[in-house]
């Protein structure tokens, strides 16, 4: 009459996986079907992004910060010209400010297609994955008659940006957006709202406040959880005080406060925000100059900034420290999904094997962020 | 054009039975085996196209015969089946060689033995067996072992696990399916194949079709459950986490490669024909036509049945394109607490129209 | 137990309205369909419905070429680039702005700038460019460029040039000197970065 002795299977689902989110390798220790422990291994996409940036001048480092987060690359850009700016205390033009948010903006609602139609994908839909990326594809359009390149841009500036707006930009821009508007409540009839998507995902994997808070998880994920801190309002950087959009918060439709479902919702209804962004900042777009005049060389006086911008995937900030040369002396980057992995472990406690991949989808991370 | 009438007809008949009885046997099954190879052909080309189509996208698209995938992608399904053929056998060193071969012929049996009792028009079916429907739904669950032995002998965990999963969910589904027939055999008060598509002929009140769906509403609901029990016997989507491709491993099948793979694949599509077969045999009408009086011929005949199940079949295509999928206790609590109760709940209902309704 | 009930009819009722949405993308497919026939049709195709005119692309991102006449071997654009893969080595021509016949040298662009230097490698590893574009705003000449829209007045477009051994991707633009009659001219040479 002795006692059944079970160990613990470990089980690893390996670094090339079907799912896009890129090469991770995850350790699940598994009681039957039963989840007892994840543990993440990152390293796989490694390329020393920091240290490249300690041999090259400031605006080399660009293209760089471009291979980061390459699916959000315009808000990368964004956050180090924002940095550099404000290390060197320098002004941009207006229209520099309106370009660059309607740029940033619609490059979250790119970001926030991808991450929502490999979701789909996921938990085994395989439309909403194509219709989401052929809508995504309209947006890539816009930015390579915008700057030439359709995923890494190289197009914000320290100091403004590349090219002035080509003509008939705006025109396109607001007719993507009619179209895009009503493709919302489509996706919202295919996949938000049907019974099995809500099953599947529905109180699983849920993600308490305090929990998120502690582990410093931000962005759509911690919104997702009820907290309601968005740094476009709450540290409000280039001109986003200027406009009028509400941050969703997750409220618990399906299921509890921060489950996937919510996580999932928020960013659906974020894309409608940005879409609002993105017609007021259209409307109000001054006519002007898209370069600040500045020195040949950029040499920011002796210092070091910590500055935080929102990018699709929470907190971005980079922390520079210069020493009067043309030349960081050393830059890092904070990237949201890093912390976003880290609660992996915690919030996948309890559940069953399958659901690994649907937290994992929810969290939306990118490699190329996490390992830089 | 049954067994029966082709030992009578040969000329050998009395004087050596068993090998009058395997040729008849053997001329019987050769045309059901190439008709499921076209078949198969015909299915994946349509998965491929049709999924395509919802998506907007276009597909396998060719310029002309010979060109990339032929004319509009007709040699795709083609190609696949070369490549399939053409691949190379491997037999992991640690898997149970007998077991291993074995599995793969004892699914696609199972799915091919069915097609004895599918009443393809009036006179064109190979065995009219007076107990046809129990039949089918007996020999089905024969690929139950087959996927068993396919996720033991590859002597790999996760073949396991899913080989289990899988058995666990065809094992479940049989049983509101068989429920669901039980309720439309009280009415026809006959289990031959025939015989039920002979009570579906005429009309109800002059214009629609005598159909076992149109009787009454119990046996309106019972056509969903057996429908949608049957997509689960497929292992079809929304039902399909035993071979997902996103679920970490691809199942009972991993170990597959090649020709072995293809006869899994190919007894899949035999299953999704044979489950619409017998749907449209038991609530659809068979080879009755829905404009009674015209086209009625056994011509016309085969030309209702194979419509009829070629669109339950693409109903099952539009399913997989369309879902994300259930996990698998989400899946068995909608077998148990959904599906059995509200298919007892028909034999009930059945029970008691046909008391009240004569 | 009311709540099972509208589960069911919730799951009834959510799942027919995504099975009309795919059938509605079905039936449209003529209208709808987003695929591209590559090799037969390729990009850039003007009718493509970006709701823009191909002709007001701001600036293209494909091929790097150099027009090997106009570069005066300032080596901007080498110290431009993030990744180092413009390799550039120049001689001091004694004759500014004269034409070296021996050489194939050209002593004016076509801008009119005399030429002071003589290039004599200019290499660019297209397998380790990261097609920025950071390279051709320095140049003075304009000689450095990505192939196609806005330039293709200068070189159609070119974004197909995959090869099958990677040396034939290191493109070199500079004219073959010979070493000895390179001698002539000053010794001094600038080399590149390693």
Redesign the interface.
């Known amino acids: 009459m002795g006692v059944v002795h079970g160990d613990l299977?470990t089980?690893n689902?390996g670094p090339q996986?079907?799912?896009t989110h890129g090469v991770l390798r995850l350790k699940v220790k598994t009681d039957g079907?039963i989840i007892s422990e994840v543990e993440p291994i990152i390293g796989y996409l490694h390329r020393c992004f920091e240290k490249h940036c300690e041999n090259?001048s400031y605006?080399?480092?660009?293209?760089?910060t471009?291979?980061c987060d390459y699916i959000a690359a315009m808000n990368n850009n964004f956050g180090y010209a924002v940095t550099v700016e404000e290390l060197m205390e320098i002004k941009v033009p207006e229209r520099v400010e309106y370009i660059r948010v309607i740029v940033a903006e619609l490059n979250r609602i790119a970001s926030h297609l991808l991450a929502l139609g490999a979701y789909?994908?996921?938990?085994?839909?395989?439309?909403p994955f194509?219709?989401m990326f052929?809508d995504r594809?309209?947006i890539l359009?816009?930015f390579?008659?915008?700057?030439?390149?359709r995923l890494?841009y190289?197009y914000i500036w320290v100091g403004g940006v590349?090219?002035?707006l080509?003509?008939?930009?705006i025109?396109?821009v607001y007719?993507?957006l009619d179209y895009f508007e009503p493709k919302i409540e489509?996706y919202n009839?295919?996949?938000t709202?049907?019974?099995?998507?809500i099953?599947?995902t529905g109180d699983v994997g849920v993600m308490p406040p305090e929990v998120a808070v502690s582990y410093g998880v931000t962005g759509p994920n911690l919104r997702g959880s009820g907290v309601k801190w968005d740094i476009r309002k709450d540290e409000p950087y280039s001109i986003y005080d200027k406009f009028d959009f509400n941050i969703p918060v997750g409220a618990g439709k399906m299921g509890t406060v921060g489950d996937c479902w919510d996580r999932y919702f928020v960013r659906m209804v974020e894309m409608k925000e940005s879409v609002k962004i993105t017609r007021q900042a259209l409307k109000g777009i001054p006519a002007g100059d898209v370069h600040q005049t500045l020195p040949k060389k950029i040499r920011p006086p002796q210092g070091s900034i910590y500055k935080r911008t929102e990018s699709p995937r929470g907190d971005l900030a980079y922390y520079i420290v210069s020493d009067g040369s043309p030349i960081p002396y050393r830059l890092k980057m904070r990237s949201p999904a890093f912390t976003a992995l880290s609660v992996l472990g915690e919030i996948s406690q309890g559940w069953?094997?399958?659901?690994v991949?649907v937290i994992l989808g929810s969290l939306d991370i990118v490699l190329g962020e996490i390992d830089r | 054009m049954t067994v029966d009438q082709l030992i009578n007809w040969l000329p050998f008949g009395t004087d050596w039975p068993v090998i009058t009885f395997l040729t008849a046997v053997i001329i019987c099954a050769l045309p059901v085996f190439l008709f499921i190879a076209v078949y198969a052909l015909v299915a994946i080309y349509g998965e491929v196209k049709i999924s395509s189509f919802m998506a907007d996208k276009v597909g396998p698209m060719g310029q002309g015969v010979g060109l990339h995938a032929g004319k509009w992608g007709l040699l795709q399904p083609v190609a696949d089946a070369l490549k399939l053929i053409l691949k190379e056998d491997i037999i992991p060193s640690a898997a149970d060689k007998k077991l291993f071969v074995m599995a793969p012929f004892v699914v696609f049996i199972g799915a091919f033995i069915s097609f004895a009792a599918l009443p393809f028009s009036q006179n064109t079916i190979i065995a009219d067996m007076n107990i046809g429907i129990f039949y089918i739904l007996a020999v089905g669950s024969l690929s139950v072992i087959g996927i068993i032995l396919a996720g033991w002998s590859s002597n790999n965990k996760w073949s396991l696990y899913g080989g289990m999963r899988s058995v666990a969910q065809i094992v479940s589904y049989e049983i509101p399916a068989g429920l669901s027939i039980i309720s439309i055999i009280m009415l026809t008060g006959t289990l031959s194949m025939q015989g039920i598509n002979e009570f579906q002929q005429g009309t109800i009140w002059g214009i629609l079709p005598n159909w076992i769906i149109f009787n009454n509403p119990f046996s309106f609901i019972a056509f969903f459950i057996f429908f949608i029990s049957g997509v689960a016997e497929c292992n079809r989507t929304p039902f399909d986490i035993p071979e997902a491709e996103s679920e970490l491993v691809a199942g009972a099948f991993t170990e597959y490669s090649g020709m072995r793979y293809a006869f899994f694949f190919l007894s899949e599509y035999a299953e999704m024909f044979v489950v619409s077969g017998v749907s449209v045999t038991a609530f659809l009408g068979g080879w009755n036509s829905p404009i009674s009086g015209f086209f009625n011929s056994p011509g016309w005949g085969v030309f209702w049945f194979m419509g009829k199940t070629l669109s339950l079949v693409f109903v099952m295509i539009w399913f997989r394109w369309t879902f994300p999928r259930l996990r698998v206790d989400q899946l068995m609590s909608i077998c148990w607490k959904v599906f059995l109760p509200f298919s007892l709940l028909n034999i009930f209902g059945v029970g008691i129209w046909i008391l009240i309704a004569g | 137990m009311s709540k099972y009930f509208s589960n069911i009819f919730e799951a009834v009722s959510t799942l027919l309205t995504g099975m009309g949405i795919t059938w509605r993308h079905m039936m449209n497919i003529r209208k709808d369909n987003v695929t591209l026939q590559y090799p037969e049709e390729r990009w850039p195709r003007p009718e493509r419905d970006i709701g823009f005119d191909f002709d007001n692309y701001n600036v293209i991102r494909s091929r790097l070429q150099v027009d090997i006449d106009d570069c005066i071997g300032c080596m901007k654009c080498e110290r431009a680039c993030p990744v180092q893969c413009i390799k550039i080595i120049t001689t001091k021509s004694g004759a500014k702005g004269e034409d070296l016949p021996d050489i194939n040298h050209t002593g004016v662009t076509s801008n009119g700038t005399k030429k002071a230097l003589i290039v004599s490698r200019f290499d660019i590893d297209m397998t380790e460019c990261c097609y920025c574009n950071l390279c051709t705003y320095p140049c003075p000449e304009e000689c450095i460029y990505m192939t196609g829209g806005p330039n293709s007045h200068k070189h159609p477009i070119d974004y197909e040039f995959s090869q099958y051994d990677r040396n034939e991707l290191i493109y070199k633009f500079a004219k073959d000197v010979d070493e000895e009659k390179l001698s002539k001219y000053f010794p001094r040479k600038k080399e590149a970065k390693a």
């Open positions: 299977m089980l689902i996986h079907p799912s079907e090259v605006e080399q480092v660009i293209p760089y471009d291979r789909g994908l996921d938990v085994g839909a395989f439309t194509l219709y052929r594809e309209r359009d816009l390579e008659t915008l700057c030439g390149a890494l190289n590349s090219h002035d080509p003509p008939g930009f025109d396109a007719s993507f489509e009839e295919l996949l709202y049907n019974k099995i998507f099953e599947r069953m094997m399958s659901d991949l």
